[in-house]
């Protein structure tokens, strides 16, 4: 009892769970800022889209329109030509008119002066029709022209509002950009920190299981050699494996306490063997044989008090070594269980 109060008050404050808490709640900020930007950037698409096909129609009303125009320029061109000479004609006749009027009684007959009258009430006629098809004409440049001023002035402000649509996406992604480089430091700081914790951790479970023959820590999980825990070809728990095994109840039991419940976490149980073939009744092959000894292992740390939500148990048989070279020395070496500790 004396050590075990002792233990507790030399037990230093884990910053590890509240880490772990900030660095998903920051790493949800960043997921959601990225998706607030790929949603702004399919809305600015779609606008500025929609804006230059508007344009792309205006455009092509204007050269419709220019084309009518230059039609009309042109038949109202063709018609003051052919009003000037009509009012050449005119004229001449008027001229043959009076000098035949004027000679009536000496030169020409009645029937030659009502011809030449006639001749001239009909040049008169079409003379007035083309002025009516000219003035038309002119109504309708007029109208023309005030259909192209219209246009142009949409197309104006279409400019303008994807000159400012532009402006602000411009101004998005600079800010956006320069959250990610905010982001991206914050995370390597956060990596550092963990990367700290992670050894701290692993330091205090060291700590713990002393220095025991047959356990050592290989990256991020303990790795427990299969002899010092199973008999060959077994899945029974060896009695004097269960010492080593209170202490990482102990030691789980601890973290279970000072991990917030919000925080999903499992240590996870590996099961493995060498390449040596086996097949009883009980175990066909490696694979029951690696998943019933990871299975053991987490039976016995849940009669400690540990949570089975926070155990997993995994078999691997023969198909992840760590040593491959075939010698018994490597076989040795592969028949192992791992525990370590990840995210559920």
């Not at 052919?82 to 000679?103: I, T």
């Not at 509002?161 to 101004?171: F, M, P, R, S």
């Not at 000072?258 to 063997?273: F, K, N, Q, Y």
């Amino acid at each position: 009892m004396a050590l075990g109060r002792s233990r507790r008050g030399d037990r230093t404050i884990d910053y590890w769970p509240g880490f772990v808490d900030a660095l998903s709640t920051l790493l949800l900020v960043f997921v959601f800022l990225l998706t607030v930007f790929v949603l702004a950037q399919f809305v600015l698409t779609q606008e500025i889209g929609s804006k230059d096909d508007a344009m792309s129609r205006l455009q092509a009303q204007i050269r419709e329109l220019t084309n009518l125009l230059a039609l009309e320029r042109a038949n109202d061109a063709d018609s003051e030509s052919q009003m000037g000479a009509l009012r050449a004609s005119l004229a001449q006749l008027e001229q043959e008119r009076d000098v035949l009027r004027e000679a009536a009684t000496a030169v020409a007959s009645p029937e030659e002066i009502a011809e030449a009258e006639k001749r001239a009430a009909a040049l008169a006629r079409q003379l007035g029709s083309e002025q009516d098809a000219t003035a038309q004409a002119a109504a309708q440049i007029a109208i023309l022209n005030q259909q192209i001023s219209a246009l142009r002035r949409q197309i104006a402000a279409l400019e303008e509002a994807l000159a400012i649509t532009e402006q602000k996406d411009k101004e998005s992604q600079s800010r956006l950009a320069d959250l990610g480089r905010r982001l991206n430091v914050a995370l390597a700081q956060r990596v550092q920190e963990l990367t700290r914790y992670r050894s701290e951790f692993f330091g205090r479970l060291s700590a713990i299981l002393g220095n025991r023959p047959g356990i050592r820590v290989v990256g991020d999980r303990f790795v427990f050699q299969s002899e010092i825990l199973f008999d060959r070809a077994s899945a029974y728990m060896r009695p004097d494996a269960l010492p080593a095994l209170d202490d990482i109840a102990r030691a789980v039991a601890e973290l279970e306490r000072e991990i917030p419940s919000d925080i999903a976490w499992v240590l996870r149980v590996d099961g493995h063997t060498d390449d040596r073939p086996i097949q009883t009744p009980q175990f066909p092959s490696n694979w029951e044989l690696s998943a019933a000894r990871a299975i053991a292992v987490v039976q016995y740390l849940v009669s400690k008090g540990i949570e089975p939500r926070h155990l997993v148990a995994a078999g691997f048989g023969e198909y992840q070594p760590i040593d491959g070279s075939g010698t018994d020395e490597a076989r040795d070496r592969n028949r192992r269980i791992e525990l370590k500790l990840t995210e559920r």
